[in-house]
């Protein structure tokens, strides 16, 4: 919210309502930014779903021919490298897309070379030392060395396409980024189905992110065809560097927090668990890519609301409401069909991480907030505030699961023990809301969605489970729990229907200009 006094009425633009907060935008401008930001949630949603598609059945098959230890194996692996890549990548891509004015060609093959000279110096780190990295993780396979040294080439291709990439960010060719984001998709899972049915096991995966990154190499060229020159300007890389460097710390931080993952779960538990481990917490977590569209959306949003408190309040409350609805309804269905969902699409080799999705699925009731809070703190100009809240939470993160590993050496107790540091960041967020923002109410929008999830859990657990074991009677099962959860919905939650309405055009008068939509009706 802006921190300077409202303006005496008298000095109120003319034509504005004697009541209404003078620096607030006027109701048809509320409506078109809501139309706008509800329009960048259809495409960007829209443009996920096809990319969910086909991760979603990619995964879902490659879980039924190959291991948990393969997957667990190759997220040490993809670890290990994204380790040594911290070092070779520095923030330049984000501080060439910072940058206020264009690039010139000598800033941008100064980039590029020493990104090249970066990632061969990983590679080079990678191949001489790998043999004595995979002692961190001694149930990695034999060839667990030469799977590190693979996967550093793969990093090496990668760099080479980060110029091409940020010069279509920076014209904001979205269309053609969301085009190589579909290639590299499809040619990762593709490849990947086609060597496991190969029996290559973990190699599969391995050899699908090579060619992963040779055609991203060639498609990114293809969609901006830029060539480097000979320059490596140390005067030019400064200033870059200096960016660089200090967003290269947020990705530090962020590498941090997870890197407790494949640390603890890997090297203390082995393959077999991470792999259990990191499937449940995909899994769980799946619909949480509505929350990243949502809070992507609404940053723009918010930030041209600011200074009207209730049009502000009123979208972040509606933000978690329609996040809340899908996130719950998900969790609902786990807690009530979770071994269903396991026997008929994954197969009972994943049965032992039920456990794990049902406490992943639980952080979700909370987890799903603070990105969306995050978008609004960031609005309102009080981003250091997240920065410092991500510090405390990786913090605590690491005491609590070296605290529980220590004691308890299961895949249930390491899960547990991460989702205490999600749980209680959540909450800091939602408190630090609440002092900032107090006209949001929360509460109001989610308990719907709660009793909803509670109520379809039972109906799953007690009525559907025992019948629902075939892939038919699996989909009318997960239907009858949709159609419970949005009759709960609806019966519990009347705005829901008020919302409805408001968005069936009102029958008019010939010639009658339409009215200005209301503001629950422009955010429904």
Known sequence: MSDTPARP?????????PGAPPDAPDPGLIATLKRKATLGVIVLIARTAVLQVVVLGGNVYLSRILTPGDFGAFAIVQFAIAFFALFGDAGLG????????????????????????????????????????????????????????????????????????????????????????FVLQVVFYVSAIVFARLHLGIM??????????????????ALRPWRPRLVLSIELLRPILRFG?????????????????????????????????????????FPLKLVD??????????SRLQNDKEAFAT????????????ILFFVGLFFGLGPNVIHVIYTDQWMPALPLLLVYASITTLGFL?????????????????????????????????????????????????????????????????????????????RASLVAALATAALGHWVLSPWAMRPWSFVLAVLASLLAFAGVLILLDR????????????????????????????QA
């Open 370 to 446: 603070a990105p969306l809070i995050a978008a609004a703190l960031d609005a309102i100009g009080k981003p250091g505030i997240l920065l410092r809240l991500s510090i405390f939470w990786t913090a605590l993160n690491w005491v609590v699961v070296i605290a529980v590993m220590a004691k308890w050496r299961t895949p249930f107790a390491f899960a547990v023990g991460y989702g205490v540091h999600v749980v209680v960041g959540n909450l800091a967020v939602v408190y630090v809301m609440l002092k900032l923002m107090p006209d949001t109410h929360l509460w109001p929008r989610v």
């Open 293 to 302: 569209i949502m809070g992507r959306v609404s940053f723009p949003l918010f």
């Open 315 to 326: 979208s972040l409350e509606r933000s978690v409401q329609i996040c809340a609805m899908a």
């Open 245 to 285: 460097l200090a967003y290269q710390a947020r990705a530090i931080l962020g590498f941090l927090n997870g890197a407790i993952t494949p640390i603890f779960a890997g090297a203390m538990l082995g393959r077999t668990a991470l792999g259990l481990n990191n499937w449940a917490q995909n899994t769980a977590y």
């Open 94 to 181: 984000g501080a060439l897309i910072q940058k206020k004015t264009e690039p010139t060609e000598e800033e941008l093959s100064s980039v590029f070379w020493l990104q090249v000279l970066l990632s061969v110096f990983v590679m080079a780190v990678v191949f001489g030392g790998s043999a004595i990295f995979v002692r961190v993780w001694p149930d990695l396979p034999q060839n667990g060395a030469w799977l590190m040294r693979a996967m550093s080439v793969e990093f090496f291709l990668t760099a080479l396409r980060v110029i091409p990439a940020i010069l279509l960010e920076r014209q904001l060719s979205y269309g053609r980024l969301s085009f190589l984001e």
């Open 204 to 221: 599969a995966l391995v050899l699908a992110a090579l060619l992963q990154g040779a055609s991203g190499l060639l498609v990114v060229y």
């Open 9 to 17: 009425v008298a000095d109120a633009a003319p034509g504005s309502s």
């Open 495 to 522: 705005s829901l229907i008020k919302d409805a309405m408001a968005i069936i055009p009102a029958l008019r008068k010939k010639g009658e200009p339409p009215a200005a939509p209301s503001v629950e009706a422009a």
